[in-house]
């Protein structure tokens, strides 16, 4: 019988097959007469083509024989097509050199300039040039006159800042990128908001250089040295923001940047990440990323996760071997269909010279199924970093940090000492002379769960030859998943220095790599509190025996030391908790996080009292002595002195150009100062409520020389109210007369910036913690080091009781180190 048309309105599946082109022409025929006057069934055309597994159906058939030519698969295709265009080739923070749908760039959002040769003003910044722009913003390359230095800005689309969706959207990439950290990633300097436009902007890292894109376009493909140095540094920067709960969704050779000289990788452009908890949120069949590099779980709009990017970053290392993407084809779909469904050419049969171990490597990131490719960036950084050293073209020493540490997150290194006993080394906890150096094993990747602690034994012999090379070592370790293991006699080589410090043996096998190196930490602490996750950048005692830590997940916790239990965890908020403080009195806790907030807490009931909200995020809060008032700094560079109990500011104090890091006040409250990216040092006359004098510029002979040369995150006043103590970004610890403004004395503390200093013992000590993973203690009046604990991680804050030596330090591994130290 012939197929007829009717009225009533045709079955899901004759609709399905109406949009993939399977209907005889009579049927076809039918159906788009009804389709077209249908308003109900136009709807449901329009969600099964918008549908993630309409998608899929489209990529099995892109190849299939064509539908005939009035079927409404043409049309549905040709919607899919340009949705992907729009989503996929163009992605949201991904630049091109597409007109944006939205017409011309407009830069009326500037200030106008002050200076010739400038487009205007964002704020503090002078404005270049535009560099390019995307689905969300513009990027332009601008000027910070405060820090000397040239950067880039991403400012959202002036068009879409009216809507809310995208306003958001921008606010949580900002956020998310901002929150990592890596020598691999572009920096994310600023997160702010411009007050004229209302638009919020991401103030960057300028990388000199080119595109991995640009490179390939030049010269084609890359060398065997140059692709594996491009996978190591590359994994070592996603292991970094996998590690932060970031998934980057769109790996491709335009947004890995090679930085001049030595082409260092940076990988930039989250623009299409999430915080990893998001991803439940992505809506079905939306798919976001290049569809050359993409994985096929995201081609097919499923749920994906870290190893999405591994499979990206398996195609990017393909196209970098051979000069050719491994999916390519002539429309996206097609690419699509390549990618979900085929196997791609084998590696060393279009270049030869690929090694076994880098194509099995390429081979493995590409497998279609996530569980068949390596399970962690840092797995992926590994392999290449040994294909490296095996070459002889990278020492062991210079492997990313992050290869050893970003997937082994809340797991403890721990150290064994070792000494020479009778011509051989021997296993020995505590200190230990080892041909003049004190010798640290660091077991630097583990298995699940934490490792046993190695006990102090007698000495006694061990077999002679247990081990004979740095490679049976880290086998051994690795096998047996032990912490200790004895040494074969023989002469080990210094070979390399870290900072200031000699290392003298590094073997890896597989994922674990071994070190031995001097790192001996020095005094042990007598408690180490762990924190939820993350790095902890907020201490303060609540008296000489308990503390609070605040950590960058938003969780805040009180301690007793004397037990060395945690007593109170109060509600986790928004962000990272960057400051906390006790009022005189022990009343009241005040922290202030990401998210742009003060909170106040109550110390009797621990309970949030009230929090008011700030327009730029805060980065200190500071209790004035007396309790009755509240100072603040932000990241626009304004402090803010508050009668808190009312919320009202009664004085904005404005100099600082950039964020203010650090407040202290004067013991008797009469004075604040304050430390500032702009690397100065600010005192300010609270009677008066203005600026009184910047330290460097008072009467000391050495104007110039008695700056800070960068950032500078930390400031103090003695408990006299006579001295000032400072210190940043180039590592020194600046003693000033906090009177005159004269400095009495620069302390060349520490190898990397110091992020946090505390007077102690009545203002006779200062402590500093710095990046370079120690925890140090001076004589104020000498100089003199009298206290030094060497760690592996960045100490972000230090804190003295209110006895003046019991030390505390928190920092990147997540915990807070307590030292009783003796006058």
Not at 184 to 190: E, P, R, S, Y
Not at 467 to 481: C, I, N, P, R, Y
Not at 812 to 823: E, F, I, N, P
Request: aromatic share 6%; glycine share 10%; net charge negative.
């Amino acid at each position: 019988m012939p197929e007829t048309t009717t009225t009533a309105c045709p079955p899901q599946a004759d609709l399905e097959r109406l949009l993939n082109g399977r209907c005889t022409e009579a049927r076809n025929a039918a159906l788009c007469e009804h389709v077209g006057a249908c308003p109900a069934c136009q709807q449901r055309l329009d969600r099964l083509a918008g549908s993630g597994s309409d998608l899929a159906e489209h990529l099995r058939d892109a190849d299939a024989a064509p539908a005939p030519k009035d079927s409404a698969y043409w049309r549905a295709i040709a919607d899919a097509e340009d949705e992907l265009r729009k989503t996929i080739l163009f992605p949201p923070g991904g630049e091109s050199d597409t007109p944006h749908p939205e017409g011309d760039l407009k830069l009326d959002f500037l200030q106008p300039a002050d200076k010739p040769n400038r487009l205007g003003k964002l704020g503090p910044f002078d404005i270049i040039r535009v560099v390019g722009r995307g689905g969300m913003g513009v990027v332009l390359h601008g000027y910070d006159p405060s820090l000397d230095r040239d950067i880039a800005i991403k400012v959202i689309d002036p068009q879409l800042a009216n809507n809310e969706v995208a306003r958001q959207r921008f606010c949580r990439e900002a956020r998310a990128a901002a929150a990592v950290t890596h020598d691999n990633l572009v920096a994310v300097h600023q997160v702010n908001e411009d007050e004229p436009s209302g638009l919020p902007y991401l103030v960057m890292q300028l990388i000199n250089g080119e595109s991995l894109e640009q490179r390939l376009k030049r010269i084609s493909k890359l060398s065997v040295p140059e692709v594996a140095r491009l996978g190591m540094q590359a994994a070592a920067g996603l292991a970094a923001a996998h590690a932060g709960g970031l998934i980057h969704r769109d790996i491709k050779p335009g947004n890995i940047l090679l930085e001049a000289p030595a082409d260092r990788v940076k990988l930039t452009d989250f623009g299409l990440a999430r915080a990893a908890e998001d991803v439940k949120l992505t809506r079905t069949g939306f798919v976001a990323g290049s569809p050359l590099y993409m994985a096929p779980e995201q081609a097919r709009g499923d749920e994906i996760d870290p190893r999405s990017d591994l499979f990206s970053l398996g195609s990017v290392l393909y196209e970098a071997s051979t000069g050719v993407a491994p999916f390519e084809a002539k429309t996206p779909l097609a690419v699509l269909r390549r990618v979900s469904d085929e196997t791609q050419m084998p590696l060393s049969r279009i270049n030869p010279d690929v090694p076994k171990w880098l194509s099995e490597a390429v081979d493995k990131l590409l497998s279609k199924e996530p569980a068949g490719r390596y399970q962690t960036a840092t797995e992926v950084a590994e392999v290449f970093a040994s294909g490296l050293v095996e070459m002889h073209l990278l020492s062991p020493l210079d492997v990313p940090a992050e290869v050893c540490s970003a997937s082994r997150t809340g797991v403890p290194r721990t150290p064994i000492c070792w000494k020479t006993v009778g011509g051989r080394v021997k296993p020995w906890v505590g200190g230990a002379v080892f041909g003049g150096l004190v010798v640290g094993l660091l077991w630097a990747l583990l298995g699940p769960g934490t490792p046993p602690t190695p006990e102090t034994r007698p000495e006694q012999e061990q077999p002679a030859g247990a081990v004979t090379t740095g490679e049976e070592l880290a086998k051994k370790l690795e096998d047996q998943k032990t912490t200790e293991v004895a040494l074969a006699p023989g002469t080990f080589d210094l070979t390399a220095f870290v900072g200031k410090r000699p290392d003298l043996v590094v073997s890896t096998h597989g994922p674990t790599r071994l070190i031995l190196s001097a790192t001996d930490p020095g005094p042990k602490p007598r408690l180490t509190l762990p924190g939820e996750s993350g790095t902890v950048w907020a201490v303060s005692f609540l008296s000489n025996d308990r503390l609070v830590m605040g950590m960058e997940d938003g969780s805040i916790k009180i301690w007793d030391l004397e037990h060395g239990e945690a007593i109170r965890t109060l509600d986790r908020q928004d962000g990272n908790i960057w400051t906390a403080d006790v009022s005189a009195d022990g009343q009241y806790l005040v922290t202030a996080s990401d998210e742009s907030s003060v909170t106040f807490w109550s110390l009797k009931s621990f309970k949030p009292e009230f929090t008011f909200p700030e327009s730029n995020s805060t980065k200190v809060a500071k209790f004035s002595p007396d309790g009755k008032h509240l100072a603040t700094g932000n990241r626009s560079g304004i402090v803010k002195v508050w009668d808190w109990a009312n919320q009202i500011p009664y004085a904005q104090l404005r100099g600082h150009r950039g964020t203010v890091h650090s407040l202290a006040y004067s013991p008797d409250g009469t004075r604040l100062a304050s430390a500032g990216s702009d690397r100065t040092v600010k005192v300010w006359d609270l009677k008066k409520g203005v600026g009184a004098w910047e330290l460097g510029e008072g009467p000391a002979p050495s104007l110039d020389m008695s700056l800070h040369r960068g950032a500078v995150y930390a400031v103090a006043f003695s408990p006299d109210g006579k001295r000032l103590v400072s210190a940043g970004w180039d590592g020194t610890v600046r003693i000033w007369d906090a009177i005159t403004g004269t400095q009495l004395l620069r302390i060349a503390a520490h190898d990397q910036d110091v992020w946090s200093i505390a007077f102690g013992a009545g203002g006779k000590w200062v402590a500093s913690g710095s990046s370079d993973g120690s925890v140090k203690v001076w004589e104020v009046d000498t100089g003199k080091e009298l206290f030094a604990y060497r760690g592996t991680r960045a100490f972000h804050v230090v804190r003295f009781a209110p006895n003046g030596t019991t030390l505390a330090a928190g920092g990147r591994d997540g915990t807070v180190k307590v030292w009783d130290l003796k006058k």
